[in-house]
């Protein structure tokens, strides 16, 4: 007979799982009922399937195998195991965070998080509602007001000749040039945009402008269009 | 490949629910963001907006030592906000007095780091002390300390601002600039400009370079005439701030992790003999690089 003690585990799905103890008690959720000796029979899991509860388990043995004084493996092949083992689809992959917060398996719930954190980083609002088919439940004026409310966030830095002069602006002014405003649809993700053909002055003229148009949008009145407009058709149409 | 999951989720099964994850996990995922990430999220749902206001995600934002920094100032409204969000922008708005009104703290808004601004009476100007050669004024107005420092007249210019590492946030990059302004009738400026550096004594490499605290946005092709070529390479130039004041960059520092060294950064202007006068200094400001 093995002298390694094992545990039973049972997935929602009714599958079974038959797991040395150490590396079950990865999970700190069921180290906890392992130490409140509840673990004589096969732990239920009624939250995780057993497509997923397989791959905590995959990931659970690699990382206790690694603290192992007879294991070999290095930092480096540990966490080049873990970029491959996270490749999955983004089903698969809140599955896991999901298992991972329910059984309390701290590494990989920060592989998981970490992930989806870089997915998310630097995308606008629509970018993420769209990645993750999340619903917008805000109304207009609600969504308005949170924009409002964290403006900063949304301004895009206008650089001119890719050098000195960064301006800040905020999004809807921005939007107010065609081009900037196709930029930012397409996806541009850098929050700095470059413009190569536009000067500091005829920038800050512009900007001027854009911001007069705003403001007039606002108030409901007929924006009028002075000089400095007609020059974004002119050096902005690339 | 494609999960058909128990028959609790109405959505097309090749479509990833993340709403379905529980508000702590959307925190988790956020707090490992930015907070201009964090901000933008607040726009995506109800329920992101929650996840991403939370306490727990912008106490990782914040700098560890926040509490103790914030307790060196007398008058501490920061800590009475109600949330940590609250906390983190009005730390980065609005810079608070530490040390009996000698330093400005404030942090870096996009990326929470810790800066500072060092009151000229915290930096050691050589003659400050002699009233022919400086003297001590207040600019209620202008300048967020009780009193700035107006140089009458020296031909010895040499400022000095001295910090502690340990306060600088750690693996940052930082450059120190000189906060001042020049009176319409400041003169000296343009002959020899004063050499500056950034650097500490323990930790080896020293930053130097020459500044040229005249006329600011002047590009370099229509320099003065007098400043020799050569140095025209090492010369930054200053810049107009938000606040009304003038910048000039001293140098830049890599801040590590947990090393106490002392920076040193200094203005030094002492070859040329000229006199000089009209430098209105508000102090020198820490912070870290952009990018």
């Known amino acids: ?238 | 490949m494609m999960e058909k999951e128990s028959g609790e989720r109405n959505s097309s099964p090749l479509v990833a629910e993340l709403s379905e994850l529980a508000e702590g996990c959307i925190s988790d995922i956020v707090s490992l963001t930015s907070p201009k990430d964090a901000c933008r999220a607040c726009a995506v749902s109800h329920k992101f907006r929650a996840a991403a206001e939370s306490n727990a995600v912008w106490e990782k934002f914040l700098p560890s030592d926040y509490q103790a920094i914030v307790a060196r100032s007398s008058s501490s409204d920061s800590l009475n906000l109600t949330s940590k969000k609250q906390i983190y922008l009005s730390l980065s708005d609005n810079p608070i007095l530490i040390d009996d009104s000698k330093k400005s703290f404030f942090l870096d808004k996009s990326s929470g780091k810790k800066c500072y601004l060092l009151a000229a009476r915290e930096l050691c100007i050589i003659w400050s002390g002699s009233p022919q050669y400086w003297r001590w004024i207040s600019l209620p107005e202008e300048s967020r300390f009780p009193e700035a420092a107006e140089l009458l007249d020296v031909c010895w210019l040499d400022i000095c601002g001295t910090m502690s590492t340990s306060m600088l946030s750690p693996k940052t990059n930082y450059a120190a600039y000189l906060v001042y302004k020049l009176t319409e009738e400041a003169y000296g400026f343009d002959h020899l400009p004063p050499t500056v550096s950034v650097g500490t004594t323990e930790g080896g490499e020293v930053c130097k370079q020459t500044v040229f605290l005249g006329q600011p946005a002047v590009e370099p092709n229509q320099q003065d005439q007098i400043v020799p070529p050569q140095q025209q390479q090492h010369t930054s130039h200053p810049s107009q701030r938000k606040d009304g004041w003038l910048e000039i960059k001293l140098g830049e520092y890599f801040n590590e992790e947990g090393k106490d060294y002392e920076l040193q950064i200094r203005l030094l202007e002492g070859e040329s003999r000229q006199w000089k006068s009209g430098l209105i200094v508000e102090g020198i400001e820490i912070r870290p690089t952009k990018g």
């Open chain 1, 1 to 238: 007979m093995s002298s390694v003690k094992k545990v039973t585990l049972k997935s929602s799905d009714g599958e079974i799982f038959e797991v040395e103890e150490t590396v079950a008690m990865e999970s700190q959720t069921i180290k906890g009922l392992i130490e409140d000796d509840c673990a004589d029979n096969a732990i239920p899991l009624p939250n995780v399937t057993g497509h997923i509860l397989s791959l905590v388990i995959q990931y659970c043995k690699e990382h206790t195998s690694s603290s192992d004084s007879n294991s070999s493996k290095s930092n480096e092949k540990l966490k080049a195991w873990d970029t491959q083992f996270i490749n999955v689809d983004l089903n698969v992959l809140f599955d896991l965070i999901m298992a991972a917060n329910y059984l309390n398996v701290k590494g990989l719930l920060d592989l998981t998080c970490q992930t989806v954190a870089d997915m998310i980083k630097e995308k606008t609002p629509e970018q993420i509602r769209a990645m993750f088919n999340i619903v917008n439940d805000f109304t207009p004026e609600e969504e308005e007001e949170v924009r409002r409310e964290n403006a900063w966030a949304f301004e895009i830095s206008l650089k001119n000749n890719n050098v000195v002069d960064t301006f800040e602006v905020e999004e809807s002014m921005a939007k107010e040039l065609q081009t900037i405003k196709n930029m930012i649809e397409d996806n541009y993700t850098d929050s700095v945009i470059p413009l190569h053909n536009v000067t500091s002055d005829i920038l800050e003229l512009v900007i001027e402008d854009c911001k007069k148009h705003v403001e007039a949008a606002e108030s409901e009145s007929e924006p009028s269009y002075s000089l400095a407009s007609k020059l974004i058709d002119d050096p902005l149409k690339a």
